[in-house]
């Protein structure tokens, strides 16, 4: 596979492949890149292993601390003096220096050879050399340096200039850490190949190479995030299962989400003192009744019913008051009512509703699937076995059945599937054959296999959550990287 | 559902010859859900249904069956007393008109018994009782008590020391003092006078169904007990009592009747039920093929009795039994016995074709679109907040929807309304990266005869360049790709838009809602720092088309 660069990594590699051993800025004195564009272009190409680097260590003489006006030491001002006058009584150069620079003047010269002192009555006489060559040695250097504002050590030859103005602090020697590259042997097989293509460029056809030069580019450089738009991930769980559940045969129907008490518990043979009704468990709507609730007879068997076998006073106004619906059944038994259908696979599926304190396990308002099979094949192994064939098609194998209650079917069954992550047996949806006391009142003769559940649940095994409120929550961070694919 | 706390060891020993493991393996087949385990100490949940799960007797009772170890219903062996006697008062017809009762003697009495008769009794006041306002129970030590006893009425001036109290209270004090009282003193309010059980020294026994006499209380010491049930109906009182006189023989009691007189009550008879089923309505509702001598059997293991005649099978149901109205209690009663986990499910190809409903796919069209058009789809609750709905949004609070007595403040009305509750999803999302496009679909109520479910689309657009002509044409857009429908848009106002901003849609002379820029008030209010688009459009009448 051959890898594509950057066109700054092509450059550096080429010129490295000439050159080996070149610093930053010897890099940009080679190329038309700027120091930032080498910089980086050498880290990359370190990351990939191409370059390596070659660190030595180096030191430089620079200026020192002293500041030294117009760069002119005490030694050069009195060597200018004596070269315009041939002799000059010390009194008269304390006109030109002051007392310390008199005194490193007159030393620095002297340990030179440069001057020489001649005592006479009443004064000393100072004169020049008349042998002198040059410059003085340590003027020379430190013009230089202050010049050249470093000189790498090893370059001084004057030794004993270089020792002197180190000693009197005007100049300091500091180290300084070099960094060189050189190709590594992959490098060095890439950069040919790069010198190749870069050749061919000019011999074969040049709009076309040149196209596709512009094409090719870092493809393993990291690219800005794009935020897709999507569906919800908790309403792609709830199509998944209603096109299960209608490719197993079932047809959906839809019901509101208000619904008088009549159809939410009264037909389905829940007692109005039963404690499952009272405010504390269900949304009741403040003030409001509904005026019609279900034709007479159906009210009339219904009431029947619970004198009968809950033995009290059954009272038609505590049936008319309107509830959040808290499960879809009662959509379900209102359709079978109206329908009395010989033979059916119905579901519905929606929201529902529980007074509950919210928390990472439960919500006042969820989703929740429901469905019945009406028939002369309407058995328990067969209900079993709708659910097994549902959970095969989500991906859950380990299932069983557990014996359990509920008060409009009979017998009552639920699933507990097994959690791999969780390594624990969950409850997931309920079944049962609904009771005659269900359905015998509002006419329908056949029996019902009844199931249903939350989709939420499925929903947070799907997308591994372990708080029920995040599909509520609508934290952009979280839809925006929840897999969709699952 | 109620939960019970059980000792593996005290089961074993109830249950007899069984190990821990085969307990914990069975109870699940009972309908008993453990709830957690800690070493000897299990914690079950238990039906409503089934009260005599609610102490380690009962259950041990059913883990017998289920287990083979003990099958075939319970028998109450009671003895015929003349000792114990309770005559009732007319006086108390009105008020709470029933009571009946059992003597049990010679039991042992530890403190982990006393636990599970307290469980037991609040699961009866709460379940079948409903909350001891159909029937209520007493527990007394029978040697503290001189019979016969006399049901009756009082005022509220009498006087007695009730239980875990020192000094004498008179029942006003007792209703308006003591926890009990006032969790229970409504039940009697309608009438002046209060039931009392007194007996022969005019000493009070109970004040049901609120307290008893400290004077009858059990403890370890405890060797005969007296029951009393009182109710509102006959029937209900002596299922209860039935329950309790079932534990208290397999506790290790000997039973013996209290007989009732005066009053339209009389003793308790504890009498079984007969029902008649036939064996091939069990085969056929579960889907079996198995012999009716198997039936019977299975029967048996869930503690009923059952025998052949002619081509059914008569079952003897105990009276503690009452959560069996019919034929089908006894198809759920054979295959708990049967064993769930020995019914292997079974597919019967289905006889009818599958099909969405059409406004279910045509919403998810209409998400598809919006999802085109780069916008994300959100879920809010439907029942949310003043705060949301109104405050935040400056709307018009006249037409409310609310809930009672809900749990949560954030959730306590009907939404009338999507986009305010979008407005709190980007609230919620302004530390995270511009543009931000939302919509979503859902149900919308609206007060009518008695409420109106319609669905709207909502959507929103946020970045700092978001404009009324941006959010027009992705309106424009997605119904005319949903739905081939074309739009206008009029002038109009709306507290939640910017004036001059904001538009009315007409989908052929109707309007189906609003768009335009959310006012900058409201914005901030938000504290989201961009300029906010959007719109709201009712779909049930002129765009989702019915099938």
Redesign the interface.
Known sequence: MSQVFHPIEKEIMIVLQKNPNLSVEEIQEKTNLSIDQVRRGIEWLRHKQLVVVNTSKKEYAILGKIDIPNFELPEQKLFEKLKEKNQIPMNELHQFLDKNEFNVAISQLKKNNFIEMIKNANEILISLNKNISANIPSVELFRKISEQNKILKNNIKDLPALENLTQRKLIAIEPEVMKRFILTASGLIQSQKESLQKSKTFSADTILVESSEKRAIDVEATVPET??????P??DTI?EI??I??????????G???QSSFWNFDALFTPQ?H?ARE??DT????G????KIATPEQIRKVSESHKK?W??FWDINEARK?V?RTHTTGVTIKHLAENKPD???IFS?G?V?R????SYKH???FNQIEGVVV?K?A????L??????FYKRIGITKI??????F?YT????QTMVYNEKLGKWI?LFGMG?F???VTKPLGITK?VLAWGGGIERIAMLKYGLDDVRE???????W??SATKCQ | MPVIELSYSRLQKLVGKVTKKQISDSLPFLGLDIESENKDLVRIEYSPNRPDYSTDFGIALGLQGLLGTKTGAIKLNVKKSNKYKISVRPEVSKIRPFVTGIVAKNGKIDDKTIKQFMAMQEDLHFGIGRKRKKSSIGIHDLDKISFPLVYTAITRNHKFIPLASEKELSISEILEKTDVGKDYGKILENSTKVPIILDANQDTVSFPPIINAAITTVTTKTKNLFVEVTGINKEDSEDMLSVVATILQKAGFTLETVQITGAKNSTAKFEQKKIKINPTLINQMLGLNISTSKIISSLKKSRLDASIKGKDIVCTIPAYRFDIFGPMDLVEEAALGYGIQNLTPTMAPPQTLGQINPVSSQIKSLSQTMVGLGYLESLNSSLTSKRVLYEMTNRNTSKIISVLDSKSQEHTILRDTILPGLLENLSRNIHESYPQKMFETGTVFTLDDPISEKTNLSSISAHKDANFTEIKSILQSALKTGFGIHIDTRTTTHPSFEEGRCANIIVNKKSIGIVGEINSKIIENYKIRVPVVGFEISLSESILKSI
Do not use: C
């Open positions: 935020f897709v738009a999507r569906t919800h908790l309403k199509d209603r096109e559940f209608v490719t197993l045969g079932f047809s959906e129907i839809i509101n989400m208000t003192d404690p405010l504390q949304f009741y709507l403040d409001i009744s509904a005026k076998n033995r009290y309107m959040l033979e059916a696979r599926l929201r509703f007074n509950e304190k919210v919500l006042v308002e028939g094949d058995n328990l192994r067969n079993m076995g709708i659910q097994r064939e069983k059945f557990w014996p359990t209650f008060p009979e017998p009552s069954l409850e054959i009771r005659p006391e029996p599909f509520y929550n609508n934290n952009l961070n839809l925006r």
